[in-house]
């Protein structure tokens, strides 16, 4: 498995299976509107950085197109909405750079699904203490790690202070860790 950087973004290289590799790369729209086509924007953006450039021109694509998304935000967003238990990237999505948004999504449906049986079951008496029983175990678990998902992202996304800051994992690697660590959770456990 492998991180590189690139002018705007970044890209995350892991072995899948039958000897393939999965190759995923974020940008910004800035960075990706100048230039006429995925095609262009990878040769004269990505194949700067040499690493990115010796997988792509020692690998040939499994799909006929790449597959693409569009129009992520990494805004903060509300876990109720209009009385809505919102689960998963609906309530807040952690920059995938820390990855864990799938143990998030999981995580946040068991939360919402064990607290909506005490309110069917009458432990909790109303709607209103629904959400706010919601809310507060929501905040628990993932408000402070999306906070740091949002810090980590954004120090790497200015080019010369990711490499700074990658010099530095280097030299300390004790710190990579506990950088992890404040972006994931704890064991779910099947109540
Ligand atoms: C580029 C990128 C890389 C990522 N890498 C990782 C990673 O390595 N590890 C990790 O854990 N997470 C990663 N994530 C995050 C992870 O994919 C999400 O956090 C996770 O999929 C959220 O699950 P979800 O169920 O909330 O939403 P989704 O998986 O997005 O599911 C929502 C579903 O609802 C459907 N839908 C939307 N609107 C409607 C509608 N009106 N009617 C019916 N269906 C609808 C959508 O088509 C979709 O299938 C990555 C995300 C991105 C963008």
Same mark, same amino acid.
């Given at each position: 498995m492998a991180l590189h950087n690139f002018d705007g973004g970044y890209c995350g290289v892991s072995n899948v299976e039958k000897n393939a590799i999965n190759l995923c790369y974020i940008t910004t729209f800035e960075a990706f509107k100048?230039? &006429?086509?995925i095609a262009e924007f990878q040769e004269r953006v990505?194949? &700067?950085?040499k690493a990115l450039k010796r997988i792509f021109e020692n690998s040939s694509p499994l799909f006929d197109a790449p597959l693409t998304i569009s129009q992520i935000s990494f805004e903060t967003k509300t876990p109720v909405e209009n009385h809505i238990l919102m689960c998963g990237d609906t309530a807040g999505m952690i920059h995938p750079l820390c990855g864990n948004g799938m143990s998030m999504a999981i995580r946040s449906a068991q939360m919402a699904s064990l607290l909506i049986v005490k309110f069917f079951d009458g432990d909790l008496k109303t709607r209103a203490a629904l959400e706010s029983a919601y809310l507060k175990a929501w905040n628990e678990a993932f408000k402070s790690r999306l906070k740091t998902g949002h810090i980590v992202a954004n120090l790497f996304s200015k080019n010369k202070l990711a490499e700074i800051l990658i010099q530095g994992l280097k030299l300390f690697p004790f710190l990579l860790p506990l950088i992890i660590k404040r972006t994931h959770g704890k064991m779910m456990h099947v109540k």
């Open positions: 100048k230039h &006429k086509d990505l194949f &700067k950085n």
